[in-house]
């Protein structure tokens, strides 16, 4: 979707820019521009490699498994249905950390992680399971103490008053974190949402997927009638 509205975006200023008559100031910005993407991405990369290498650092020092056990009173709030020792827990703790400090490009690799273990939780292939979006609705409205990245970008480009947005931040932060947990919740409870009435939605449709690393002591057992759709398709493929 991203490449779409990207592609698009550059489509537009070049017809405007085309009916304007204004195309060399459009050329003029393009190269402007991208040597400024270049110029701060550089600027980036010491802060970057700092946070990234402290988090190595702490996941081989065992750090992450105390991070995660320290953390679990809120995480069984939250993930009530993640067992208490399982991985996702410290690979969640430690998501949530680099998104506290503000450097998502660290937290990514954690998130990854985080959602491949919830997996192993989810009976499908190709529906969430409840964890999973509170897992992403917490990660996109994390609390941010210490807007690194944020810090670094104005750094680059204006050094006095750079650390003047860490109130703003967490203040905002703060509103969109209980928002998203908050909506998480409740569309949760409906019944269009729930996870189970999913399932048999996709089961009725005959386009369920069928989780085969599901670790689970409740698989789904499908009915002897089942036909996939899925299935089928491949066969006409074929």
Known sequence: MMNYIWVALVVIAVVAGGVTGNMQGILDNLFEFAETAVTLAIGLIGIMAFFCGLMKVMEKAGLCEKLGKAISP???LLFPGVPKDHPANSAMALYFAANILGIGNAATPFGIKAMQELQTLNKTKNIATDAQVMLLA????SITLIPVTA???????QT???AEIIAPVIIATTISTVTGIFFTIVFGKMKRFKYDAII?????AGTLEINEDYIGDDPIVLPESYKSVNAEEEKVAW
Not at 138 to 141: M, Q
Not at 200 to 204: G, T, V, Y
């Open 74 to 76: 809120v995480m069984r």
């Open 138 to 141: 917490v990660a996109t409205t």
């Open 151 to 157: 810090i670094g970008l104005r750094a680059s480009v």
């Open 160 to 162: 006095a008053g750079a």
């Open 200 to 204: 048999e939605k996709e089961i009725a």
